[in-house]
């Protein structure tokens, strides 16, 4: 074994040129051990082509021999020839003791191709061969998890946790935690979190225990680990948005809209942290500021129709009509106009006093507002200005129906139609 110990030793010290031509001697006359230890070195090291010539040199001998074909299917599947590595882990017979290592590879691959029932019977099957070994249960957990079987793989985690924290160097309390959470489940998500946490401190883990911590309702938990995982990695993007919406609902707004300051200095290409920032502002009443944030918002992404709308209202706030229209303008460039911006136009330009205008977005808009009180009033109202009696009683009919009771409605109603009722 002297020489594949100094192969070994080649590729560790980077020597790959010098390495691969020791490699050519043992596939000529290397004895079936050295070639197995030599493949299975390769493999690792990522020389797939190498490892493949030797492993397939050894199943000319030993054609039916698991572990060969174990190995061979490994390095298929990293080379991602799937479907040749399915055929290869097949031959391997029930009898072999690598069959269930087998079952497992299988099981992996029919995931990876969406056929989650044959891989559900490829681990059902292995565990029924491997009743102890947890790597099945947790393979089981991944795939019902996948699958969105919250119960089977809840189970599955569990017999996991009974022998094992960690499986392949996935913590299984910050699965079972993502699990949990996922589901909605979050009171019981965030004692897995903790119990996570207590081994390493991972910042995916912590961002998910604090994430979990914001939707359950803890919202000084929440900042707290928010927080934490600041320190830890600044750049973690994700954080400043939901740790300026915990701070809101905490109503610290100026530690909210700081949040949101740092966010931009670390991802300055995110509409969110904008629109959230001008949002808040508008709470705090800088509204000058919380235009300039929507602004920004809206050139990130100028189909951004929340951002739009919450403009518009600060403009109507401000009586700033013709700011209305300019922006629906530059919006209104790819199609049909957003319902909503279909009725701001039409109060703009009625404020405006451009009359017709007002009347086509009003029209417009009402097939999508037909059954909306709000919008009834306001173009029940303004047909009435506009002298148009037969359309107005039409729309305050309407609203009749909704609300037959209402004294205004009645009366204006009667007068359109100069009848009783």
Request: proline letters at 2%; glycine letters at 6%; charged letters at 30%.
């Amino acid at each position: 074994m002297e020489r594949i110990n100094k192969i070994i030793q080649m590729l560790e010290n980077g020597q790959h040129k010098e390495a691969l031509n020791e490699y050519n001697d043992v596939l000529q006359d290397g004895n079936p051990e050295e070639k197995f230890l030599l493949g299975e070195e390769l493999y690792h090291f990522g020389f797939l082509k190498e490892a493949r010539e030797l492993v397939e040199s050894l199943l000319t001998t030993y054609p039916e021999e698991g572990e060969l074909l174990v190995l061979l299917g490994e390095i298929l599947v990293e080379a991602g020839e799937e479907e040749e590595a399915m055929l290869v882990l097949e031959r391997i017979s029930e009898q072999d003791a690598h069959f269930g290592q087998s079952l497992l590879l299988l099981a992996d691959l029919y995931q990876m191709q969406g056929l989650f029932e044959v891989s559900e019977r490829k681990l059902l099957k292995a565990k029924e061969l491997l009743p102890d070994e947890v790597i099945i249960d947790f393979a089981l957990g991944e795939l019902y998890s996948e699958q969105g079987e919250v119960i089977k793989a809840k189970n599955a985690y569990e017999r996991v946790l009974r022998e094992e924290d960690e499986i392949a160097g996935v913590n299984i309390h910050a699965r079972m935690a993502d699990l949990l959470s996922a589901s909605g489940a979050f009171e019981e998500a965030l004692n897995y979190y903790d119990k996570a946490l207590q081994g390493k401190l991972e910042i995916n883990t912590l961002f998910g225990y604090a994430f979990t911590a914001l939707q359950a309702g803890y919202n000084r938990t929440a900042i707290e680990k928010f927080n934490d995982l600041k320190e830890l990695d600044p750049e973690y993007h994700s954080l400043y948005l939901h740790l300026a919406k915990a701070y809101e609902r905490e109503e610290e707004l100026e530690n909210s809209l700081n949040s949101i300051k740092e966010g931009i200095k670390q991802d300055e290409f995110n509409k969110e942290l904008y629109f959230f920032g001008g949002k808040i502002c508008l709470k705090l009443g800088y509204e000058e500021e919380a235009e300039k944030y929507f602004r920004e918002s809206l050139a990130l992404d100028p189909g951004f129709m929340e951002a739009a709308v919450t403009l518009n209202k600060l403009f109507f706030r401000q009586e700033r009509y013709e700011d209305v229209i300019d922006l629906i303008s530059e919006l209104d460039v790819h199609g049909d106009e957003e319902p909503q911006l279909l009725w701001d136009s039409a109060l703009a330009y009625d404020h405006l006093e451009e009359f017709s205008s007002a009347l086509d977005k009003y029209e417009s808009a009402y097939t999508f507002f037909k059954n909306n009180e709000t919008f009834l009033q306001d173009y029940g109202y303004f047909l009435v200005e506009e002298g148009k009696n037969d359309r107005a009683a039409e729309i305050f009919k309407q609203l009749l129906i909704g609300d037959p009771t209402n004294e205004e409605y009645l009366d204006l109603f009667e007068r359109l139609t100069d009848v009783n009722i």
